[in-house]
């Protein structure tokens, strides 16, 4: 017996690893659009593996420090601890520029890769029964990488972030009741304060990391649990091996199996190991050749050019990453006869447009399986272009984040038609309303949506179905190819 062979045998007889075997089989469907996940998760790897790299150097304090780095603008000034630290990162610590980069593109790719993998997901139909659960863990994920981000770009205190993390806490404070108790908890008491940069890196380190672990681990034991879905087959599959448990599996001559097109009790696709495995290896290498091309030619944030937090100006432009310009804009178009008292509790403008408003959408998303619902299990995808209804709704819905996020960026879209912010903000709320309603409408009457009704509603008109399968309409014999 060979010395490998002995040390599996060792970790078998107390792991088990022979029945491991089962998951070594599982099936993954043959499609590229199902690694999108993939890529979301190693995006995550990524992150951590950089953020630990970053946090070596990285001094959570705002205390002020004399700097001496290689930043001759700032030599011999007195800098917050935080500031510093990231100069000293971005010039000095060697690939510290580099790893930075990576980390920056990592957390936008792995929210985009997130959001294209749950618009497959809806568009397609896979969050219907049995995987309600892991859609709810999916929207989970997505809000807790939005605020995983925004405590990520407050960490260099530079003017940027102060004027983010401002916003921020007044946001949080605005909650109705609970305003200032979360406001202390989130950002160390009042802002600005000494505590804030320290509690926003905690929760940027540990907490919202362990959580989107977390979810990430009860996501992957649900996928074990159940099986992926797969597209609808064009015709029955004829493999090398029979589907186990599958009544539809019949054996074939030389071995083979032949597996219904309509039986959804087994998935046709590749096996966990080793095809899949591979695929993966070679996505993973495609995620990090392109983060590295992105870090590589892509500059990040500039905190030199912002320079360090002062209390007494603002930044002329201030806008969030693009995956938050949504909510921003939702802040921007909340008018302020909407902050009103109900009940002697006061309701602000800032708490509807920063919280609720983004919080209706996270709620509508999380709840729509739930609308959208089956009652038997379903574990084939279904075409976009036959769900007239969903389809429709998932283009408002994308239509209405667009357009909250042009409304994110009013300053440069009144820049660019030479007005002013005040009399673009009519527009832009008319538009939030208008146009997701009539993307809707097309895209509802494009597919057939209102043309089914009146075609069902013609054909019994006259008191009689319509059979279209009735052998003298055609003049044949009435056989079902």
């Known amino acids: 017996m060979s010395r490998i062979q002995a040390m599996y045998d060792w970790a078998d007889s107390r792991l088990d690893l022979d029945g491991a075997s089962e998951f070594m089989g599982k099936a993954f469907p043959d499609d590229d659009s199902f690694l999108l996940g993939e890529v979301a998760l190693f995006c995550f790897v990524v992150l951590v593996s950089t953020g630990i790299f970053l946090g070596f150097f990285y001094e959570p304090s705002t205390t002020a420090v004399e700097y001496e780095g290689s930043v001759a603008q700032y030599q011999g000034d007195q800098l917050p601890a935080a500031f510093s630290s990231v100069l000293n990162i971005t ?18 790719l792995f929210v985009a890769a997130m959001a294209l ?26 809000g807790l990488s939005m605020f995983a981000a925004y405590t990520g770009y407050a960490l260099p205190y530079d003017e940027f972030a102060s004027t983010a993390v401002g916003i921020g806490y007044n946001v949080a404070k605005s909650v109705p009741i609970l305003g200032d108790p979360l406001a202390s908890i989130v950002f160390g008491g009042s802002f600005p304060t000494s505590a804030t940069i320290p509690r926003l890196f905690f929760l940027h380190v540990l907490v919202i990391p362990v959580a989107i672990g977390g979810l990430i681990a009860v996501h992957m034991v649900i996928l074990m649990r159940q099986k992926h879905t797969e597209a609808e087959r064009e015709r029955d599959v004829v493999g090398p091996m029979p589907p186990e448990g599958s009544e539809s599996g019949r054996a074939a001559d030389g071995g083979v199996a032949t597996v219904d097109r309509d039986d959804d009790s087994v998935v046709v696709g590749l096996p966990a190991f080793p095809n899949q495995a591979a695929v993966s290896a070679v996505v993973f290498f495609l995620t990090m050749a392109t983060l590295s091309l992105l870090a590589g030619f892509l500059p990040v944030h500039n905190v030199a050019a912002y320079g360090p937090n002062d209390p007494a100006s603002t930044p002329t432009l201030i806008m969030p990453d693009w995956f938050l310009m949504w909510g921003y804009g939702f802040l921007k178009l909340t008018p302020a006869w909407m902050s009103v008292d109900v009940l002697g509790i006061h309701v602000s403008s800032e708490f509807v447009g920063g919280l609720l408003l983004p ?46 996020s042009i409304a994110g960026m009013d300053v440069i879209v009144a820049e660019v038609l030479h007005t002013s912010t005040a009399a673009l903000k009519p527009y832009l709320t008319a538009a939030l309303v208008l146009v997701p309603a009539v993307a809707g409408a097309i895209t509802y ?17 006259d008191g009689e179905p319509v059979d279209s399968a009735d052998p003298d309409s055609s003049g044949g014999e009435g056989d079902d190819d």
Request: charged residues 15%; aromatic residues 14%.
């Open 91 to 108: 010039y000095d610590v060697p690939f510290g520029m580099l790893i930075r980069r990576i980390h920056h593109w990592a957390a936008h």
């Open 117 to 142: 993998h749950m618009l497959r997901v809806f568009f397609t139909g896979a969050y219907r029964n049995p995987r309600e659960p892991n859609w709810l863990v999916g929207t989970g994920l997505a």
């Open 445 to 461: 009457a494009v597919l057939g949506g209102f043309g089914d009704d009146e075609s069902d509603d013609a054909a019994g008109s």
């Open 359 to 404: 919080g209706l959408v996270f709620g509508a998303v999380a709840l729509w399986p739930f609308v959208d619902r089956e009652p038997e299990p379903v574990h084939f995808t279904a075409n976009p272009l036959e769900r007239p209804f969903p389809t429709a709704v998932g283009i408002a819905g994308v239509t209405f984040v667009m357009v909250a």
